[in-house]
């Protein structure tokens, strides 16, 4: 409000571990317990919640809800992709992206904890220890589907998408059909955030504090840089011609 009074406050069924989404006069969020719940932008009431199985042992975090039109998207612990109607929450549909497998409860963690991305009538989505696949937007049919395990997102462009997986390797692949364009294997094992692009380069931080600049066409590095000494596992962040990154340590530096 104008005068900078609470207008609402209300108590979420269940732990919040990813930001919400604001979807025009609702606001919709995806907790920890495997609910999708959708909130009145103007009291807080609860307008729908949908719901999914949690396995026993998941990965601590959650996607961000996406809204693509009418519909809200979500991945989910149990490794499906849901679309729902955003004004009731109707399921429109559900595919399992990433299946368990594997006979301890570690080999069958199946997570798509971070945000789809969606470019016209396409959804692109990645799972730990499981796919990523090209699904249709209207129907979830899955039209291409390659094993890359992650626990990161996605960042695309007009041709390709780019994946950092969970050994540390950055991957593109062609948007068309899943086709691999290069792998950058120099930086395995360093924890790498999700990758953003910037200009001609695509753009990882690590678990050193380090940021890598990589060449979309070839994936080969062309600059390095250390702004500090801790984490970087937030996606950074391109503005106009600027690179901004926030690290653990709560330092906040740009790059042009």
Same mark, same amino acid.
């Given at each position: ?18 930001? $919400?989404?604001?979807? %025009? ?16 932008? #103007? *009291? ?14 998941? @990965? ?8 693509? +039109?009418?519909? #809200?998207?979500?991945?989910? *612990? ?7 109607? %955003? ?10 992206? /990433?299946?368990? %497998? &594997? ?5 069958? @963690? $199946? ?10 009538? *396409? ?18 049919? =899955? ?33 068309? *059909? ?18 953003? =692009? ?6 990882? +931080? ?10 979309? /066409? ?11 000494? $801790?984490? =970087? ?6 503005? +106009?011609?600027?690179?901004? #990154?926030?690290?653990? &340590? ?7």
């Amino acid at each position: 409000a104008a005068s900078g009074k609470q207008r609402w406050k209300v108590r979420v069924p269940g732990e919040l571990l990813s930001p $919400a989404l604001v979807d %025009r006069d609702q606001v919709v969020l995806r907790t920890a317990e495997g609910r999708l719940v959708a909130l009145s932008s #103007v *009291d807080g009431k609860q307008r729908w919640a949908v719901e999914d199985l949690v396995p026993r042992l998941s @990965l601590r975090g959650t996607a961000t809800p996406v809204a693509a +039109g009418e519909a #809200v998207i979500s991945g989910f *612990d149990s490794g499906k992709v849901m679309s729902v109607t %955003r004004d009731t929450g109707e399921v429109i549909w559900q595919v399992q992206v /990433s299946t368990a %497998r &594997g006979r301890t409860e570690l080999e069958r @963690l $199946a997570d798509v904890d971070s945000a789809v991305r969606v470019s016209g009538s *396409d959804v692109y989505t990645v799972g730990y220890q499981g796919r990523v696949a090209m699904l249709a937007l209207d129907s979830g049919q =899955i039209w291409w589907a390659r094993d890359v395990s992650s626990y990161r997102g996605l960042a695309i462009d007009d041709d390709q998408l780019y994946v950092s997986s969970s050994n540390g390797e950055v991957v593109a692949l062609r948007r068309r *059909d899943g086709g691999v364009v290069w792998t950058q294997s120099g930086l395995k094992q360093r924890g790498l955030s999700t990758p953003a =692009i910037a200009g001609q380069a695509v753009v990882v +931080g690590d678990f050193e504090g380090y940021l890598h600049f990589l060449d979309r /066409s070839t994936g080969k590095f062309v600059a390095r840089e250390h702004p500090g000494g $801790a984490r =970087i596992a937030a996606q950074p962040l391109v503005m +106009g011609d600027r690179v901004f #990154v926030v690290d653990e &340590g709560g330092k906040v530096v740009a790059f042009r």
